[in-house]
């Protein structure tokens, strides 16, 4: 019993603490070359897990946003196809450390930039 407590202490310590460490922006100092990037809200919680992730933090250079698609890969055997879309949920099934990336790609279909964003997912109390 008192090992399920304190289980249960250091996984909230630690849901507290990357909390308090998640980055939630990306630098872009104007930069001619496009770069990815990408948020997930949450980025650590229990299984079943559903983040959104957002990749609307990408740099695009201006006049060339119909050129660039987003392909996301959630690194749990999924992805969701190459398109338009900067912003997408997913969810979770399996306890894990995921590597989910934002690939970016041109319309001759050659990767621009990988963005990259790690999701923990907890087992079930």
């Known amino acids: 019993m008192k090992s399920k407590a304190l289980a249960r202490q250091v996984t909230a310590a630690i849901l507290a603490a990357a909390a308090a460490l998640s980055i939630t922006g990306c630098l872009n100092q104007g930069t001619p070359t496009p770069i990815a990037c990408i948020q997930a809200e949450p980025t650590i919680g229990y299984v079943p897990l559903t983040v959104t992730f957002d990749a609307s933090c990408s740099f ?28 997408t949920t997913h969810t979770f099934e399996e306890p894990g450390t995921y590597a989910v990336a934002v690939v970016m790609i041109n319309s001759a279909y050659d990767i621009v930039d990988i963005g990259t964003r790690v999701v923990t997912v907890l087992p079930a109390e």
Do not use: I, L, S
């Not at 050129?67 to 879309?85: K, L, P, Q, S």
């Open 60 to 87: 695009v250079p201006e006049g060339a946003e119909d050129v660039y698609h987003f392909r996301w890969e959630f690194d749990d055997g999924t992805d969701e196809g190459t398109g338009t879309a900067r912003t």
